[in-house]
């Protein structure tokens, strides 16, 4: 039999696993020292610090909520500017009629709704919210109706449906005449209700 060391069946040692045996064991205190040291390294070079990332999210939505309102306030201007250009184009200035309504200054009726009839025609009809006749209370004029008639003179019928300031219903009919030159024509119709010293109905070129 060959003895360890010798020819033959030689038994041979890996000197990396000697080492690994023998190897002494690392401290926990080292350990927490070295993990320590490399978070820091690992901060600067490689990870951002977690305290920057809500300011810096804060920031950019900040910024993507100044473009969205730039962008909201682009369309609505190009929107105003496509209303005006196909007012133009289908209402020429030669053949352009525009009715606006206003209510008397301090007057109280409760405007319900008001018709318009131009020549005998269905023109407009609309029926108001109590904020649409709040702002007409407080001075505010709507433009009810635009559209096209000839240069010459016109009709137009009115009727306005409300209560009085006491409560009792209130409907009023009138009708006006008016002329159409070659420039455009706005017609102002001021109401007042009944029984409250302002004319019901008057009308007025604006």
Do not use: C
């Amino acid at each position: 039999m060959d003895r360890p060391g010798q020819s033959g069946n030689q038994l041979v040692l890996d000197p990396s696993r000697r080492a690994r045996e023998h190897r002494p064991p690392i401290p926990p205190a080292t350990r927490a020292v070295v993990a320590a040291i490399l978070l820091g390294l690992a901060g600067p070079y490689g990870f951002s610090a977690p305290a920057d990332k809500p300011q810096n999210d804060k920031q950019q939505m900040r910024g993507l909520d100044e473009q969205i309102q730039e962008v909201k306030s682009d369309v609505l201007r190009i929107a105003a500017e496509l209303n005006q250009l196909e007012e133009k184009l289908l209402y020429p200035s030669g053949t352009q009629v525009a009715v606006f309504v206003a209510l008397a200054k301090g007057d109280t009726m409760r405007l319900d709704a008001v018709r318009l009839l131009i020549d005998g025609q269905p023109a407009a009809q609309y029926v108001y919210s109590a904020k649409e006749l709040e702002a007409l209370r407080k001075g505010g004029v709507q433009r009810i109706y635009v559209g096209n008639v000839a240069t010459g003179d016109h009709q137009i019928e009115v009727t306005v449906e409300g209560k009085r300031e006491s409560g009792a219903d209130f409907s009023r009919t009138e009708h006006f005449a008016f002329r159409k030159d070659v420039k455009p024509k706005m017609v102002g119709l001021t109401f007042g209700g009944q029984g409250s010293g302002n004319p019901p109905i008057t009308l007025g070129n604006w």
